[in-house]
């Protein structure tokens, strides 16, 4: 009996998830039961792709860059891979913009329905909590973003106060070592690049090891993720906004298909079905920098791209790359303009989103809370009135959960396709090995 592909089991195991979620939803004690014994799987194995992200992106980035043996390789690659990079995003933003100024979300929406969503959510914790952040975020210095790239203390990097890795600060160092490993004798500088090398063999099999257990850990996190939706009329309200987003995320998967058509002479089918596990993973856990590994391991064994091309292009893409958040943005800007700013519906302020939206996106990865955050300082950039902000967030909170694990898809489908592009660009896109997680186990 053919065994059943990995894809299928996390396929399965979102569709159990979120059929139990739903049950659940309706019996008594079931949210405390999803709560206190199904959700703490999910977490754990996000914990476990985040404990291996800061090694892998150590051990591949470090690697990639020795192994090229020429700095203007780096240059070469590193300008195509910003370039395709900041090229997709504003293709995102357009799309997003055409969608909502042609569909016009936001027009039909009645002031009940606005009064409703005010009251629910105008004064949540998590609405302040990302206007307190945006508001940091702008009170720093024009530089302040470089600045926070280079570390004052690696260690630090690896783990802040609240236990979270600073990626463009581990990206920055390992880049660093990669180029200082260029400028030593080779023999001086074999030993540490020997280590590397192993270190991201490990690493990769650890990969391997926690997808035996993504298919349960993906019912976990998406029966938890149903029971946070306590109120349906809500989010069937909003159902025209969250549509506008859905559908210009699927217009930027199939332009990234034309891409791997066009450029890598890849099918467009069997790319999807590659990187599928990455999108599975993407859209249970909301965060591109967790599923880095597991992107990294299809885009390298099952797609057949360098490791010095991945292990340069992935961790960058995963700080600076967010086609699916930019995207959102735009629409999000329009639409809670249209509702409660309509005189703001300039094409001016819309050329400033197009512009604020990429800004933000490349600078992303110093903000926590990546997507609303960035949304708070898009609408302020056009003089959107301050004390309206905490209305416009409250209108696309309930949705915006399940809004994020869409784009996260996106954001990883994209980091995907620019490697594969990059690696076609540059003669590094070989025939894929995969590699199973017992490969290398005495079989009896």
């Known amino acids: 009996m053919k065994k059943l592909a990995l894809h299928w089991k996390i396929i399965i195991g979102m569709v159990l998830g979120i059929i139990f979620g739903f049950i659940m939803n309706s019996v008594d004690g079931g949210k405390g039961f999803v709560t206190d014994w199904i959700a703490p799987f999910g977490k754990i194995f996000i914990n476990l792709l985040k404990l291996i992200a800061v090694p892998l992106i150590l051990a591949s980035l470090i690697k990639g860059i020795s192994d090229l043996k020429d700095i203007s390789k780096i240059k070469k690659m590193g300008f195509r891979t910003l370039a395709i990079y900041i090229g997709t995003t504003v293709i995102a933003i357009i799309i997003g913009l055409a969608i909502v100024n042609t569909v016009q979300p936001g027009t039909?929406?009645?002031?009940?329905?606005?009064?409703?969503?005010?009251?629910?959510?105008?004064?949540?914790?998590?609405?302040?909590?990302?206007?307190?952040?945006?508001?940091?975020?702008?009170?720093?210095?024009?530089?302040?973003?470089?600045?926070?790239?280079?570390?004052?203390?690696?260690?630090?990097?690896?783990?802040?106060?609240?236990?979270?890795?600073?990626?463009?600060?581990?990206?920055?160092?390992?880049?660093?070592?990669?180029?200082?490993?260029?400028?030593?004798?080779?023999?001086?500088?074999?030993?540490?690049?020997?280590?590397?090398?192993?270190?991201?063999?490990?690493?990769?099999?650890?990969?391997?090891?926690?997808?035996?257990?993504?298919?349960?850990?993906?019912?976990?996190?998406?029966?938890?993720?149903?029971?946070?939706?306590d109120d349906i009329e809500i989010l069937l309200k909003l159902l025209s906004y969250a549509g506008c987003v859905v559908f210009g995320l699927a217009?930027?998967?199939?332009?990234?298909?034309?891409?791997?058509?066009?450029?890598?002479?890849?099918?467009?089918?069997?790319?999807?079905?590659?990187?599928?596990?990455?999108?599975?993973?993407?859209?249970?856990?909301?965060?591109?920098?967790a599923t880095l590994p597991v992107t990294m391991e299809r885009v390298e064994e099952h797609i057949g791209v360098d490791k010095e091309v991945s292990g340069f292009v992935l961790p960058v893409g995963a700080t600076v790359n967010m086609d699916g958040t930019s995207l959102y943005q735009g629409i999000a800007a329009v639409f809670i303009m249209q509702v409660i700013w309509p005189e703001g519906l300039t094409f001016t302020n819309q050329i400033v989103i197009i512009a604020t939206a990429l800004l933000a996106s490349i600078g992303s990865a110093?903000?926590?809370?990546?997507?609303?955050?960035m949304l708070v300082i898009v609408l302020e950039s056009i003089g959107f009135p301050a004390e309206l902000l905490p209305i416009g967030l409250a209108l696309i909170f309930a949705v915006d959960r399940p809004l994020d694990m869409c784009r996260t898809v996106i954001n990883v489908t994209g980091d995907a396709t620019v490697s594969t592009i990059v690696a076609k660009s540059l003669g590094k896109l070989h025939d894929p090995k995969p590699i199973e997680w017992d490969d290398d186990y005495p079989k009896k």
């Open 108 to 229: 039909g929406m009645t002031p009940e329905t606005i009064a409703k969503i005010k009251a629910k959510y105008e004064n949540d914790a998590g609405v302040k909590d990302k206007l307190a952040k945006a508001s940091n975020q702008q009170d720093a210095g024009p530089l302040q973003a470089l600045v926070d790239i280079v570390p004052s203390n690696i260690f630090f990097a690896f783990s802040d106060a609240k236990g979270k890795p600073k990626m463009l600060q581990v990206i920055f160092f390992a880049f660093f070592v990669g180029i200082s490993l260029l400028l030593i004798p080779r023999k001086k500088a074999k030993p540490l690049m020997k280590f590397f090398d192993s270190l991201n063999e490990v690493v990769m099999k650890m990969v391997d090891l926690i997808m035996l257990f993504a298919p349960y850990a993906v019912f976990a996190l998406l029966a938890n993720v149903i029971i946070a939706f």
């Open 251 to 289: 217009l930027m998967i199939g332009f990234y298909l034309i891409l791997i058509k066009v450029y890598a002479k890849k099918s467009p089918l069997w790319f999807l079905k590659q990187i599928s596990p990455a999108q599975l993973l993407a859209f249970s856990t909301s965060s591109s920098a």
């Open 366 to 373: 110093a903000v926590p809370s990546a997507g609303m955050v």
